[in-house]
Nanobody
Framework: QVELVESGGGLVQAGGSLRLTCAASGRRFSSYAMGWFRQAPGKEREVVAGISWKGDRVDYADSVKGRFTISRDSAKNTGYLQMNSLKPEDTALYLC?????????????????WGQGTQVTVSS
């Protein structure tokens, strides 16, 4: 069993930065890829970024490429999402998830454990 808890969300002005943290319980988390997703009201949940279990492969949605950075610290069983140059369209509930794969994937169906999310609101 893996439990994921996100933190670090909040209200920020456009152009600002936030760092999200995903704290995991359970040793299995560090053995698999993880991802960050977001869901805005009335919209589908979409992938934001993913990272392999070793941390050597990363993938970003085109909408956040060059602004967001995903990372992980396996020793701390924790994942991170550094978000810079935030835009109002980044406003959403951000969730982290554990993948069933080692290298990572954009497919939601390939993630078996999810956190409850942390709200990010970017004002214009």
């Amino acid at each position: 069993q893996v439990e994921l808890v996100e933190s670090g969300g909040g209200l920020v002005q456009a152009g600002g930065s936030l760092r999200l943290t995903c704290a995991a319980s359970g040793r299995r988390f560090s053995s698999y890829a993880m991802g960050w997703f977001r869901q805005a009201p009335g919209k589908e949940r979409e992938v934001v970024a993913g990272i392999s279990w070793k941390g050597d492969r990363v993938d970003y949605a085109d909408s956040v490429k060059g602004r967001f950075t995903i990372s992980r610290d396996s020793a701390k069983n924790t994942g991170y999402l550094q978000m810079n140059s935030l835009k109002p369209e980044d406003t959403a509930l951000y969730l982290c998830a554990k993948s069933t794969t080692y290298s990572g994937t954009r497919l939601r169906a390939a993630y078996d454990f999810w956190g409850q999310g942390t709200q990010v609101t970017v004002s214009s």
